[in-house]
């Protein structure tokens, strides 16, 4: 049987990990290869990798760390894969087929796309012609507001559409292999998962969904897999905190009986 | 297959392989190339090295595509599989999956709302439809596994 996903998520805003919060404040967390190597190391199930720079400039400005200082997210992705060994998801600033190539090329597994998608929805059947629909995870930027929901485009900025269950459904129909579902208005704020949007959400589609935005402690991820029939748990924020975090959290869930991995500790 | 032919010298492969009896690993979509025949985007035809079909998966309406780790069930012994005994989930995404013709040369299986063939082999030939260069620990244990066989 297959188990059920813990995905952290890291964020990268021009060469820096960051910690975000309503898609608008972000605080510093670090070199964004070490981090991956943790991660990697702490047994996670797979990685999703999001470049939310709002141009190509990345310096990590640290020239005592042994370690090349990367000026571009391409590079920094290539160097990325090499610390890992588990399946990583790219995305950021995706318009078109040959920067799909260029990321699966350079060691991402999967890629995801937002914008795009939403401006192009046919994009997302071309890509998944040529590359296959297992490597398209469309993400899903929701904000929701006294019961309203919102799908945003442009990193949270604009309003593209009213109705998330419809765009998931079309999503699936074009093409995507998995669909990530972003609370844009529970981002940072520890509060747990919007578990009615990942409802509607996942019992409308039949593909896997990933399910993201609000992760404040480990009972989040239960009431998801209790409430939801999400796929997937993933998270940024909780697990950049603590030493070996996602080993934590998955003997949290591994106890009581949840359907995930083992934890584990791996050194390679 | 059209566009392996023209990315990858097939017939070095095939002198390689079918004649020399060089051993290869296809993994995911390198296992499925290994059949005679897929049906994804319509019919293709496969290297025909190992006899078989690739057919969408049948998982009783768990959702497709199939991704994540999976444990896999092992049906006959081969060192390509060696010390995987317990520690075998592994990493999985796709939803085409072989179905091998000659159930002697199905070496695993693994279980998604029905079972598919995951691990084939026919002598120097080995296919394996998860990704072992994702699959952690046990995913190691395999490579080295079959650079052992290789040797």
Redesign the interface.
Known sequence: MKKNRMIPVLLLRNGWLVQSKGFQRYQNLGNPVWSVKRLSEWASDELIYIDISSDDKHDLRRDDIGHPNRQSFLEIIEDVSKETFMPITVGGRIRTLKDIEMRLSLGADKITINTQALEDPPFIGQAAKEFGSQCMVVSVDVLQDSGNYQVLSHGGTRVMNEDPVAWALEAQERGAGELFINSVDRDGMQNGYDIELLQKISSAVSIPVIACGGVGKWEHFAEAFDQTQVDAVAAANIFHYMDQSVFHAKKFLFKKEYNVRPPDLISI | MEKIRSLLPVEELEAEVLEKGKPILGIC?GMQVLADRGME?GEHRGLGWIPGVVQRLECS???????????IKIVKSTPLLKGLDTVK?F?????FAMQTEERGQVFATA??GGEFDCVVNRGNIFGVQF?P??S??A??RLVQNFLEVAQ
Request: aromatic share 22%; charged share 20%; glycine share 10%.
């Open positions: 979509v985007f309406g768990y959702p497709l595509p199939h991704v994540g780790w999976n444990d989930d990493y999985f995404v796709h939803s279980d998604y990704h260069e994702k952690q620990k995913g190691l």
